[in-house]
């Protein structure tokens, strides 16, 4: 069965700093990997995914991911946090096999303070 | 940018009665799929729709939900017979197409059932 852990609820991290939010997953086959990210009474905003090569994907907003398969992490970063990355973050997986069904994980709530 | 719409953004229903939720797509998007969140938190997937048929349904798809592509530009979702519990926000999103494909999600309507 498919799953997703996001381990954090919240992260808190200063302005200029920094920031990681983790994630690891379990899945059939090869791994579908994406990051989303929701503002207050906002739908979930697409920020970058993972297919196959390169285990550092970019995306959105300066946002990147390192997919590491033996650890079967997918952890979003970014090198410098601003007040306005605060949000919701949910890591999604989807399997190479069966349905297109999306498992997200329970979101982390990212705290960025000035 | 193309966006997903829907409506309305809120709707508030008497316990036991029929609610439709509607959503647009993406015009080009392939797949569609229904989603909720209650309070702000884990993303469920509910439902995923290709080729006018259900493509793959969670276990929270019980047989008073339905789907339903009635033209060529609407989506929709319904309640038969609402419940407290199904009180949430409920998302719709469509994708281009293939499992690698990130989805695009609308900002939602809050479902309050008294």
């Known amino acids: 069965a498919q799953s997703v852990a996001q381990p954090e609820d919240q992260v808190n991290v200063a302005e200029g700093n920094p920031l990681t939010v983790k994630c690891t997953y379990s899945v059939s086959g090869n791994p579908y990997l994406f990051w989303y990210v929701q503002y207050p009474n906002r739908g979930l905003q697409f920020l970058l995914k993972y297919i196959t090569g390169d285990n550092l994907v970019k995306g959105s907003y300066g946002f990147e991911a390192e997919f590491n398969k033996s650890q079967t992490s997918f952890h979003l970063k970014k090198p410098s946090a601003l007040v306005s990355d605060s949000a919701l973050y949910f890591c999604a997986v989807r399997g190479d096999t069966g349905g297109f069904k999306t498992i997200f994980g329970a979101g982390t709530r990212l705290f960025v303070k000035a | 940018e193309p966006e997903v719409t829907q409506t309305p953004s809120h709707q508030v229903t008497q316990m036991g009665q029929e609610v439709i939720l509607r959503c647009v797509p993406i015009?080009?998007?392939?797949?569609f799929y229904w989603y909720r969140q209650i309070l702000g938190q884990k993303v469920e997937f509910l439902v995923s729709?290709?080729?006018?048929?259900?493509?793959?349904k969670s276990e929270i798809f019980d047989d008073q939900f339905s789907v339903e592509r009635p033209d060529g530009s609407n989506f929709t979702l319904k309640i038969r017979s609402t419940k407290l519990e199904d009180s949430a926000m409920y998302f719709c999103a469509s994708s281009e197409g293939g499992r690698y494909q990130p989805q695009h999600f609308g900002d939602g309507t809050r479902l309050s059932i008294l």
């Open positions: 729709f290709y080729n006018n048929e259900i493509s793959e």
């Open positions: 015009s080009n998007h392939l797949y």
